[in-house]
């Protein structure tokens, strides 16, 4: 009966016991994943122009006022001088001792300054990698005229050309051409020993009865290549990132992207910003560049020509200085810009891009997080 009682007491006892007890109290809940690592897709950068590039310093709007674009988007600088006009009635003047025979007329010297692109803003210096020098005559006769002299272009060539014909009613006719790549800059230009060769009874010929004019006149035209290194870093801002690393209790993430590039320039990544979101006495949320991070720099992005982009691949790794690294609003990209170097088309075209493509974060090491 003893032995009876001391079960029936055990068993009292056991219903006693308090059944709610937290057996996981005391217990880290963390856990990590991804122990290997983990690759996010971030987002791609652009395509950004190299009109965007400069207007990210504040020289996009400048350059209008230095140089424009031509028809097909080459940055240019471009100038037109008349070396020669009179009225076919004041040229008939001129005759009269023999007013229906052929007449020369003698064109004094000419001395013209095509003129060196200007140096830009801030000390940014372009240089001609195209220059397109050409002369031209308008003739409103209905017969053909012919011009001779020498045309000297400092310091590149010198020509001398014969009675060149130029075509009857003819506007803008081009007379003399020159093309140079990669050569010094057209600064001077210089007309010597120019006749006009006017045919018999010119007069009869003018369809305006002698108030139409015989004109000759230069253009030149320079297509652009950045001839020097650009003085200041250009920012490329990458907005909006919103990586919560923060929270996961993350030491180290690379950046990784593909950065293709048509425009013939050379970038080098100098440095990074991490932007990170702050919040001021007033309760205003704002961006501000991250002290508690450091970076390493990826590599140098190559320089390309339009329809030909060249790919580079750039790493950029972020590593927490103390604890881990905070949550990631944003980040900003500054590039030197260096001028090309080496072969190939070196020419400036607002219509060339430069993208960064597939950015990505990878975690090496894992995650943290809170398990349920």
Known sequence: MKKYSIILALLL????????????????????????????????IGPLSPKQLLGEVDLGSSLGGLFKEDGDGYLVVEKEETIYSNPVLLLFYMSMANPTQPLD????????????PAEGPAGIGFTPALQEFSLYAVNPLTEKITVSGKVTLSPLSSEVFDNVSV??????????????AGQSIIDVCSMENMVLHLPASFLEKDPL????????????KAQLALGTDF??????PVNDLDLPLGQYRVKEVLLSTEVSNEIPITLVLDSVDVMVKETDDEG?????????????????IASGCSGAPVVSPLAITIKAKEGTIPDIAGLQLNL???APTGEGDKRLNMNQAISFNKLRATVSGGITIQSL
């Open 13 to 44: 006892l056991w219903s006693c016991t308090n059944m709610d007890y937290d057996i996981s109290r005391g217990i880290d809940k963390e856990c990590t994943l991804f122990t290997d690592e983990v690759s996010l897709p971030i987002a791609d």
């Open 284 to 300: 205003n949320v704002k961006t501000a560049i991250c002290d508690d991070v450091s970076i390493t720099p990826g590599l140098t």
């Open 336 to 338: 030197s810009v260096k």
């Open 209 to 220: 009865g002698g108030l139409s004019s015989i004109t000759l006149g230069y253009r030149y």
């Open 231 to 236: 003085p200041n870093s250009i920012p490329i």
């Open 167 to 180: 075509a009857a009613e003819s506007e803008n006719f081009e007379l003399f051409r020159k093309e140079f």
């Open 105 to 116: 007329v003698n064109i004094d010297s000419f001395t013209g300054y095509p003129g060196a």
